[in-house]
């Protein structure tokens, strides 16, 4: 089945500008999760949607950074008047709740932002 | 300090040597250990967790957690080319919420 798609792959962009990030997560799923991987800090959580309730932004860096999901399914990361600094790999995971064991979080590949 | 920390390598080992990796933490809320494994430009894949305390294996992989030392460990036996990954640590509180990664560790097997 599909997986976890993110989408674009790659995106060049200039000191200052906006950008969005976009994910699909896997069919079914209800949470969704945003991290942020970079050489010097490794991978870190950003913010989390569980289905209705209110998300859990204790991660963004700052209010440069927002984040939506639309109808419970797609998500966009929105990262507004871009620096150096926020240039990054992107990543999106999913999972499903419900199981009384341990809900796995699936990745997607990634978006790799670069802020010239 | 960071709340995981773990040895960012890169270490490199003969085909069929064990592996070692390991991750220290400073939260005791953590719960559930998790052991990730990323190629190069993929996302992270999740190829063990245990919950609390213990021992875990699976195949040629061996999941250890020490909580009362806040300390866990990864085992491969008889390493293979195909080995050859970053691997990260992670850790939550609560089963459905935000993952704590450590840096990651980059392995080499060399044939």
């Known amino acids: 089945g599909a997986g976890v798609s993110q989408s674009p792959s790659n995106k060049v962009t200039e000191k200052g500008k906006d950008v969005e990030l976009r994910c699909d997560p896997i069919s079914g799923h209800t949470a969704l999760y945003w991290y942020r991987q970079s050489l010097g800090q490794g991978l870190e959580f950003l913010i989390y949607f569980q289905g209705n309730s209110a998300p859990d932004k204790s991660g963004l860096p700052s209010d440069r950074f927002s984040a939506e999901r639309t109808g419970g399914s797609v998500s966009t990361l929105t990262i507004q008047r871009t620096q150096q600094e926020d240039s990054a790999v992107y990543l999106c995971?999913?999972?499903?709740?419900?199981?009384?064991?341990?809900?796995?979080?699936?990745f997607g590949p990634g978006t790799r932002l670069t802020v010239l | 300090q960071k709340e995981v920390e773990q040895d960012p390598g890169p270490l490199s080992v003969p085909e069929g040597a064990i592996v070692s990796l390991n991750c220290t933490y400073s939260?005791?809320?953590?719960?559930?250990f998790m052991w990730y494994r990323q190629y190069s430009r993929k996302g992270p894949e999740l190829l063990m967790y245990?919950?609390?305390?213990g021992n875990k294996e699976d195949g040629r992989f061996t999941a250890q957690v020490d909580k009362s030392s806040k300390y866990i460990s990864l085992f491969i036996r008889d390493s293979q080319p195909s080995d050859s990954a970053t691997y990260l640590c992670?850790?939550?509180?609560?089963?459905?919420?935000?993952?704590?990664f450590g840096q990651g560790t980059e392995l080499s097997v060399k044939p």
């Open positions: 939260n005791s809320a953590f719960q559930y």
């Open positions: 995971a999913s999972s499903f709740s419900g199981y009384m064991g341990y809900n796995e979080q699936f």
């Open positions: 992670a850790m939550s509180i609560n089963q459905g919420g935000k993952l704590i």
């Open positions: 245990t919950y609390s305390s």
